[in-house]
């Protein structure tokens, strides 16, 4: 059994380019002045290719995906 993966942002570091929500939409929504917004925390095993990937994608290094309980 793989462990749960869980996705957190980091606020400081996150400039609002929203590049996660685009590429993670399933997970990730944008508040009204561009931020992310995460849906749920725990990510499903179908997506834990594209949330690599949304991750390794952040400009600012603020999308972090943690094993660890959900």
């Not at 869980?6 to 606020?11: E, N, P, Q």
């Not at 749920?40 to 390794?56: G, Q």
């Amino acid at each position: 059994m793989t462990p749960a993966r869980t996705l957190r942002i980091d606020r400081i570091a996150c400039t609002g380019q929203g590049l996660c929500a685009e590429l993670l939409p399933e997970l990730i929504d944008l508040d009204e002045w561009g931020y992310p917004v995460i849906k749920d925390r725990a990510v499903p095993d179908h997506l834990r290719t594209h949330t690599r990937r949304a991750v390794l994608a952040c400009p600012r290094l603020a999308l972090h995906a943690d094993d660890g309980p959900a």
